[in-house]
């Protein structure tokens, strides 16, 4: 079994950064891909970024690719998520996943086996 925590959200301007965290406890995460995530009230998650086991490969949305750049420390178990050039329209609750199934990461959210219970990020105009 393998626990995420996120952490970083907040407050933040438009055209600001942040950058948000994900600790693993439990298992391992090293082997596994990790994905993040965001949920909107009444929407549904939507994929963000993933990364390989070994960060050879990375993936974006299409509304946060250029902006949001997706990292991992396999020696401390940990993820991140840097988000550059925020935009109101980035405000939301970001998940992070561990997939370990697929080492090299996936877009769908019924492909990862544990998530985090998020933290918010909110981006004001």
Not at 16 to 29: I, Q
Not at 35 to 45: D, I, L, Y
Not at 66 to 82: H, M
Not at 103 to 123: A, I, K, L, P
Request: aromatic share 12%.
């Amino acid at each position: 079994q393998v626990q995420l925590v996120e952490s970083g959200g907040g407050l933040v301007q438009a055209g600001g950064s942040l950058r948000l965290s994900c600790k693993a406890s439990g298992r391992v995460l090293g082997h596994y891909a990790v994905g993040w995530f965001r949920q909107e009230p009444g929407k549904e998650r939507e994929f963000v970024a993933t990364i390989s086991w070994n960060s050879a490969y990375s993936n974006y949305g299409d509304s946060v690719n250029g902006r949001f750049t997706i990292s991992r420390n396999k020696a401390i178990d940990e993820a991140y998520l840097e988000m550059d050039s925020l935009e109101p329209e980035d405000t939301a609750v970001y998940y992070c996943a561990a997939d370990q199934t697929r080492v090299w990461g996936s877009r769908y959210t019924e492909d990862y086996d544990f998530w985090g219970h998020g933290t918010q990020v909110t981006v004001s105009s």
